[in-house]
């Protein structure tokens, strides 16, 4: 099935879109196909199916798509979704604002309004419980938008969740904590989505809420 092929299949369950630009396993540029002409067919192949800007959130780990998107396609660019890899960066740490380059305020003069680091770096170990992290307070305080990933990844949480838990191991002991770290998320960082590989518990917890 291609992209385009893909499109349509979605629409026609009524689903939006959150499409992962990947990075291309030939080095650009290709037989002429650019970076820029691999973001752009992306974009084309949605506006060619009519989709509104507003019902998808392009993302890409690689910076220059996103702001490739904001400059030439501002309507999806508004949305789109730039994945924060820095944490395999050396002198990247989540926890200490210092560390981080571009800053958030820096991001958001770029015009990106939408950032996506996985759950661990949004989260912290404080006094027992499970708090916001530095690098979530920053965002916030910068103005972006937060999506994070993934939940339900890691298999049973007893013996101390592993990378997606890696900043509140010693919290992690038991499965019931996926719902506390979950409510963390969604109540004290304030994330807009949040990546699940299993429905089931974000469901349970959104209907408990009241959440949509």
Not at 116 to 141: C, D, F, R
Not at 194 to 212: Q, R
Request: charged share 20%; with cysteine; proline share 7%.
């Amino acid at each position: 099935m291609t992209h385009a092929e893909s499109i349509e299949l979605f629409r026609s369950f009524g689903a939006k879109f959150i499409p992962e630009l990947k990075a291309p396993v030939v080095e650009m540029p290709f037989d002429g196909f650019t970076q820029e002409d691999y973001a752009q067919k992306l974009i084309d192949e949605f506006k060619a199916a009519g989709v509104p800007p507003e019902d998808v959130w392009v993302q890409s780990f690689n910076l220059d798509d996103i702001l490739y998107w904001i400059r030439h396609e501002p309507e999806f660019g508004r949305q789109a979704v730039y994945l924060d890899g820095r944490y395999t960066e050396d002198d990247f740490d989540p926890m200490a604002p210092s560390t981080y380059k571009p800053s958030m305020a820096e991001f958001k003069r770029m015009g990106v309004n939408y950032i996506a680091p996985p759950m661990w770096m949004l989260v912290t170990a404080q006094n027992g419980k499970i708090a916001a992290s530095p690098y979530a307070v920053e965002a916030k305080k910068a103005g972006l938008k937060l999506i994070t990933w993934t939940l339900e990844r890691s298999g049973p949480l007893s013996g101390g969740g592993g990378w997606y838990y890696q900043t509140i191991t010693q919290l992690t002991n038991s499965d019931g904590i996926v719902f506390e770290l979950l409510d963390v998320l969604a109540q004290d960082v304030g994330i807009e989505r949040i990546f699940s590989d299993w429905p089931a518990t974000v469901t349970y917890y959104a209907n408990c809420m009241g959440l949509e």
